[in-house]
């Protein structure tokens, strides 16, 4: 089973300033990596297909990058609304596997 | 594209519970349902998918034996049974659907939050 491993667990980041989240996957995944956007009590959102694909209606300051095994979600300069928790999901092998997750809170 | 879940269940350990995902507003034979959990303040745990088409399944090893999935033709419904539950079985469970154009999920239901209490 493809093990996936976020870091940080928790990034705190000032309202404007950037944040740079970490996925890795234990084996590579090609670009099969999406990123998902989760709020308390709501069902994930899909930010980004294909590793740096981003979904319909997702803003521009949300970029994903990577390939193979290190990935990279990159919120550009950060909005109220953009903390919650992140998850990386790998579509490449069965079982499909998600990361732990990273919390993004306001500092 | 819609995946309506069935509503909140309490349940005493060592029951079943089976929770419903309605879709609608594509060809329900298509596309692969996905069932996920997630724990109380835990993160997102894949559990298994079932295939409408034919009905075939693949199961987490982590939950074979103990969850069933299925589906009914008529009402493009996919239900996911969970048995022999316990107090750490407590969480939300959502179903979701591959994208249009590609293996990931792109819609997902609104949770079912299952409590196991006695």
């Known amino acids: 089973e493809m093990v996936m491993t976020q870091s940080p667990v928790t990034l705190s980041v000032s309202p404007g300033e950037r944040a740079t989240l970490s996925c ?14 989760q709020k308390p009590g709501q069902a994930p959102r899909l930010l980004i297909y294909g590793a740096s694909t981003r979904a319909a209606g997702i803003p521009a300051r949300f970029s994903g990058s990577g390939s193979g095994t290190d990935f990279t979600l990159t919120i550009s300069s950060l909005q109220s609304e953009d903390f919650a928790v992140y998850y990386c999901l790998q579509y490449h092998s069965w079982p499909r596997t998600f990361g732990q997750g990273t919390k993004l809170d306001i500092k | 594209v819609q995946l309506v879940q069935s509503g909140a269940e309490v349940k005493k350990p060592g029951a079943s519970v089976k929770v419903s995902c309605m ?6 034979t298509n596309y692969f349902i996905y069932w996920v959990r997630q724990a109380p303040g835990q993160g997102l745990e894949y559990m298994g998918i079932i295939n409408p088409s034919g009905g075939g399944t693949s199961y987490a090893q982590k939950f074979q034996g103990r969850v069933t999935m299925t589906r009914d033709m008529s009402t493009t419904t ?13 969480a939300v469970f959502y179903c979701a659907r ?4 590609g293996s990931w999920l792109g819609y997902w239901g609104q949770g079912t939050l299952v409590t196991v209490s006695s």
């Open chain 2, 23 to 28: 879709t609608s507003g594509y060809t329900f």
């Open chain 2, 78 to 90: 996919v239900y996911m049974e969970l048995s022999s539950l316990r107090h750490e079985d407590t």
């Open chain 1, 24 to 37: 890795r996957t234990s084996q590579s995944v090609s670009g099969n990596l999406a990123w998902y956007q």
């Open chain 2, 98 to 101: 591959d994208s249009d154009s």
